[in-house]
């Protein structure tokens, strides 16, 4: 009798801590240096390697892929290697195939080809489609040769289609069946089909022509008598998805109707794939995970544990950005140099003006992005939100503005630097309102991710006006 | 014959359009003021409101929950009231569980007792328990009063458990069933429930002390024979989560072992809910969207279309924590106002290194804030990202400070100027390193989000200490 395991999941953390452990005690978790296997044989003999090796390998077959592809990813040089060379072949082809995309680089260029021809063996079309473009030309070849004629047929479909798109990130793996049937003859069809795809909610029906025609789902062919024509358990309401569509829209559609497999069809509705739930989970983290590390001028495929040269020049673009724009907006400063010299205090007080802009500015970015992630806004009620968000700036700067230069009026004993101050940041604010609703609506409209360059259009914006503003106003009235 | 109507996602635009269409045509869309029912009176004659709100109502009638929801957090002031007292009572209920916690306070606020008592009336124990903040206690003691004695059970169980817990996010809906019986007898019971809870991959089943003891798929109901006894289906790999635990370690189990439907059993082995994919998919979404808003300090139920005075209101926390840190940071220029005095140019710089740090330490921070949320980051590896950390800064600082140093000396024509402007960039880039690995590993120790408030203390300390370094050492060098 099988019992359920009731595993919870603080097992997860249970069951890497065993492999964790033994790598700490093999000493490879601080090794940063590159792949160097001869290099061991210096250090410690062989037979202790080997030892080693085997209890690693004894620790790793209790993981499944998932767990796999996190060790992989939060172990460093020598450790990670170590790990991957040891793992079963159809472990590591799980595991390559859930790592992100610069660790999946990493291992494919530390693996031979024979090796790497056993590991993607294993591996489903449309996930060896995903890693295509990691594994070197000859050894894809070679796989591909080495298929059966529908699996690279399949290839072929998924390697079509964009990344994140359903196409793309649809599966290969579904049932479909005569519509012309009954229960009994569609439930003797699964027998034989069996095992089923995972997650089978719902098994796909097909007309005379081999045209998609309609689902079924499990639970109807469950609970229907045995002689029940499936025409009359199709759905009215079933859901279908066409392969160029993008993957944010397929989950929207996910979670607004609790769907857990959708029919994917082509133009003629023939049936091309079925996208699941697992699929689109994945793709509503990795889009998630995206966005946060691209609003820091980091790729998605970043390698947290990766080598440190890589690491330090995957961050070059953002430094050199930002490099550029902090030296163009100080010559607004510059402009300035006989004001600062006469009243120093402005030199003092003029940071507080530009970051103040940048910090509120943020926040209408922060709410436009998700407003326009969700769909919410639209050309009808886009001329409310700058309206809206012109009137907080009025209204904050007002009150925080006159706060701060009551501030500065006492500080300095000057109340006209202090009426500067407070102008000034209200104008900056109203500055960053204008650039914070702007820039988000206008990238949409131009179809880029309004998350993307968001912060660095409005620092460079808000610094800039902030010094020009705060500056210029006191040259005006204090000199 | 039923034929699937084949839409694609396209369409939930296509089902919003024609209420905004209406909402612009009877010109509410732009009416900012609060819920004044009387005031229409005025301006139009009642006999053309109520054909308005007729076609409304007609144009409502053909939206899902979801979309309604979409409607509702989309709309200003006047447009929203008027979609929400045109609702059907049960649409409206759908609408109010799915929209963000400000919108829903704000409907809430804006409905008479009897309405919202209806309303709510149709929701679930669980959703209802999640309104509940919003709900004024004198409604809720009455739909609590008019519930079957089961629901009521039901909705204290889901009350019991924290917000984000798989208590708090877990549905009541489930089917459970002897362990004892056979197949046939399990179809009997299944039909005799119909129609199943959504997402019911798998019936649970129950020991004569009514002890959870397993479960068996729908799948393997459909394709077993009918005398099968139940007990030779129980999967071994059975799956169940504790009410205590967290909804993030449950949506890791979900997305690892690509799960529909989990039973959550108390210490007891009772089974007392379950938890599916639907609402951990609107949790994971929900919880980047939080993440999101929060590191620019904004709550998750920020409502971008309610009234102008909130929204200001929203971003006080923000404002002043920001002026006061700025404030703070910018007295390390006071401390130099005599070299600024002399050399004016300093004050010109400064901002460069003090930002720069900044936009580095962010994106250590972002690393660090993925890897802690995906836990790949643990005692035994984060000693070498600590030290990855510090090179790449040392590397950096080096190249770029070295690069910025030389465009000072060529600006200045003061060669002095550009190697402290190198050392004091590469300075600040290691504070940066130190600050960016520091917090996010502390906020995890005490068990805080690593993104709430990081960037905050981030640009405090690299803003202080990037003036401080830059400023102190130009002193000591070239004053």
């Known amino acids: 009798?099988?019992?359920?395991?009731?595993?919870?999941?603080?097992?997860?953390?249970?069951?890497?801590?065993?492999?964790?452990?033994?790598?700490?005690?093999?000493?490879?978790?601080?090794?940063?240096?590159?792949?160097?296997?001869?290099?061991?044989?210096?250090?410690?003999?062989?037979?202790?390697?080997?030892?080693?090796?085997?209890?690693?390998?004894?620790?790793?077959?209790?993981?499944?892929?998932?767990?796999a592809a996190q060790l992989l990813e939060m172990l460093p040089g020598a450790a990670r290697y170590r790990v991957w060379d040891t793992l079963p072949t159809t472990l590591a082809g799980e595991a390559l195939e859930e790592v992100t995309g610069q660790v999946a680089e990493d291992?494919?260029?530390?693996?031979?080809?024979?090796?790497?021809?056993?590991?993607?063996?294993?591996?489903?079309?449309?996930?060896?489609?995903?890693?295509?473009?990691?594994?070197?030309?000859?050894?894809?070849?070679?796989?591909?040769?080495?298929?059966?004629?529908?699996?690279?047929?399949?290839?072929?479909?998924?390697?079509?289609?964009?990344?994140?798109?359903?196409?793309?990130?649809?599966?290969?793996?579904?049932?479909?069946?005569?519509?012309?049937?009954?229960?009994?003859?569609?439930?003797?069809?699964?027998?034989?089909?069996?095992?089923?795809?995972?997650?089978?909610d719902q098994v796909f029906l097909h007309d005379e022509y081999q045209r998609f025609a309609g689902a079924v789902t499990v639970t109807d062919l469950l609970l229907a008598e045995p002689d029940t024509p499936l025409r009359e358990l199709l759905r009215e309401d079933s859901f279908s998805l066409q392969?160029?569509?993008?993957?944010?829209?397929?989950?929207?559609?996910?979670?607004?109707?609790?769907?857990?497999?959708?029919?994917?069809?082509?133009?003629?509705?023939?049936?091309?794939?079925?996208?699941?739930?697992?699929?689109?989970?994945?793709?509503?983290?990795?889009?998630?995970?995206?966005?946060?590390?691209?609003?820091?001028?980091?790729?998605?495929?970043?390698?947290?544990?990766g080598p440190i040269w890589r690491g330090a020049r995957e961050r070059w673009p953002w430094l050199a950005t930002n490099l550029l724009t902090a030296f163009v907006a100080t010559r607004f400063i510059a402009l300035f140099e006989g004001s600062l010299q006469q009243l120093v205090s402005l030199a003092v007080l003029m940071p507080i003006i530009a970051s103040i802009g940048g910090n509120a500015g943020n926040q209408t970015i922060a709410l436009f992005v998700r407003g326009l992630a969700l769909e919410q806004i639209k050309r009808e009620n886009s001329r409310f939100l700058l309206r809206k968000e012109?009137?907080?700036?009025?209204?904050?700067?007002?009150?925080?503005?006159?706060?701060?230069?009551g501030v500065a009026t006492v500080f300095y004993r000057d109340l006209a630097l202090g009426l500067v101050m407070a102008v000034a940041m209200t104008l900056n604010l109203v500055v960053a309102a204008l650039v914070g609703v702007a820039f988000p609506?206008?990238?949409?409209?131009?179809?880029?991710?309004?998350?993307?360059?968001?912060?660095v259009v409005l620092t460079f914006t808000t610094d800039s006006m902030g010094f020009l503003i705060f500056l210029g106003l006191a040259t005006l009235v204090l000199l």
């Open 243 to 305: 392969p160029e569509e993008s993957g944010d829209r397929a989950s929207q559609a996910f979670e607004r109707y609790d769907l857990i497999s959708v029919p994917v069809v082509d133009r003629r509705r023939y049936l091309i794939g079925r996208l699941t739930v697992e699929s689109v989970m994945d793709h509503v983290r990795e889009r998630a995970e995206d966005q946060a590390l691209a609003s820091a001028g980091l790729s998605e495929d970043s390698d947290l544990f």
């Open 107 to 200: 291992l494919v260029g530390a693996t031979g080809d024979e090796r790497l021809v056993e590991v993607l063996g294993a591996l489903d079309p449309e996930e060896l489609s995903a890693l295509r473009q990691y594994i070197p030309a000859e050894v894809f070849a070679r796989l591909e040769a080495q298929m059966e004629a529908l699996a690279r047929r399949q290839l072929r479909t998924s390697s079509e289609y964009p990344l994140g798109s359903v196409g793309a990130l649809m599966g290969h793996d579904f049932v479909s069946l005569p519509v012309a049937g009954d229960v009994a003859s569609a439930v003797a069809a699964l027998r034989e089909r069996q095992p089923l795809p995972e997650q089978t």
């Open 390 to 405: 012109l009137a907080i700036s009025l209204i904050n700067g007002t009150i925080w503005g006159g706060l701060l230069g």
């Open 441 to 455: 609506l206008l990238a949409a409209r131009l179809g880029r991710d309004p998350a993307l360059g968001s912060s």
């Open 1 to 67: 009798m099988n019992q359920p395991t009731g595993s919870d999941s603080a097992a997860l953390d249970k069951r890497l801590r065993p492999v964790l452990e033994a790598l700490e005690r093999f000493q490879v978790m601080d090794e940063i240096h590159a792949r160097q296997p001869h290099r061991q044989a210096d250090v410690e003999s062989a037979l202790l390697r080997r030892q080693q090796d085997a209890e690693l390998a004894r620790r790793l077959s209790a993981l499944e892929g998932a767990d």
